[in-house]
T-cell receptor, first 113, second 115 residues
């Protein structure tokens, strides 16, 4: 069975500071991993995905994530937070041949001026 | 390119009334389709998914049902709404299993308030 754990339901950073959102996964087979962003009253938007190619994945809006198999982690980072990054972020896992994607509980990012 | 539509965007319905939410996808064929619900301050709950016309898998037994009458149309229904059905309903699609990538693409959502 697959699962996703996002550490911290709320994260607050100052504008210009590093953003680090943590995600750990559990999967008995090589996973596909994703980060999504959701702004209020909108659907989820794909930020980036890992599909067993490069372990460092770059996404939209300056975000990137690194797949670390030994740590079963897929943390999301951005060097410098912007006010427009304030949103909810979801980590997700899927697998080859699977129909479903398992989503974490989400982390709400607050950006302080 | 592919697009996904949901309507209505918002809906206020009394308890005991019926429900019909519609989702359509353009620009792809034979997609996997999904219905999720987000209760206030909660994560995503998978309600139904479909891998083809007329093929529906239910994840949560409740007073909701889903149908897929056409390849790119997915409908969420209820005969009698409960207060607990309030939430943000999201439709999503993904390439069929066996494709090269597994990401899901989400519609804009429907905000349902049951009063």
């Amino acid at each position: 069975a697959q699962s996703v754990t996002q550490l911290g339901s709320h994260v607050s950073v100052s504008e210009g500071a590093l953003v680090l959102l943590r995600c750990n996964y559990s999967s008995s087979v090589p996973p596909y991993l994703f980060w999504y962003v959701q702004y209020p009253n909108q659907g989820l938007q794909l930020l980036l995905k890992y599909t067993s190619a490069a372990t460092l994945v770059k996404g939209i809006n300056g975000f990137e994530a690194e797949f670390k198999k030994s740590e079963t982690s897929f943390h999301l980072t951005k060097p410098s937070a912007h006010m427009s990054d304030a949103a909810e972020y979801f980590c997700a896992v899927s697998r080859t041949g699977g129909f479903k994607t398992i989503f974490g509980a989400g982390t709400r990012l607050f950006v302080k001026a | 390119s592919q697009t996904i539509h949901q309507w209505p965007a918002t809906l206020v319905q009394p308890v005991g009334s019926p429900l019909s939410l519609e989702c359509t996808v353009e620009g792809t064929s034979n997609p996997n389709l999904y219905w999720y619900r987000q209760a206030a301050g909660r994560g995503l709950q998978l309600l139904f998914y479909s891998v083809g016309i007329g093929q529906i898998s239910s994840e949560v037994p409740q007073n909701l049902s889903a149908s897929r009458p056409q390849d790119r149309q997915f409908i969420l229904s209820s005969k009698k709404l409960l207060l607990s059905d309030s939430g943000f309903y999201l439709c999503a699609w993904r390439e069929a299993t066996g494709a090269s990538s597994y990401e899901q693409y989400f519609g804009p959502g429907t905000r349902l308030t049951v009063t």
